[in-house]
């Protein structure tokens, strides 16, 4: 659980500084569509790599 809590929190200081440096090298949408696709590889990399341990 602290591992997962660890990367949790870090994302919320690294998300928010890459936003504004995307942001404000390239515009809102392309902060925006970034953090979209890394979103989506997260939730991807969570499919492939999490199994279910209850039994049904």
Do not use: K
Not at 5 to 25: E, K, N, Q, S, T
Not at 29 to 37: C, E, F, G, Y
């Amino acid at each position: 659980m602290g591992v997962y809590r660890l990367w949790r929190d870090m994302g919320y200081a690294v998300g928010a500084l890459l936003a504004g440096v995307i942001a404000d090298a390239f515009g809102l949408a392309a902060a925006t569509l970034t953090i979209a696709a890394l979103t989506f590889a997260s939730g991807v990399v969570v499919a492939l790599r999490m199994r279910e341990t209850h039994a049904a």
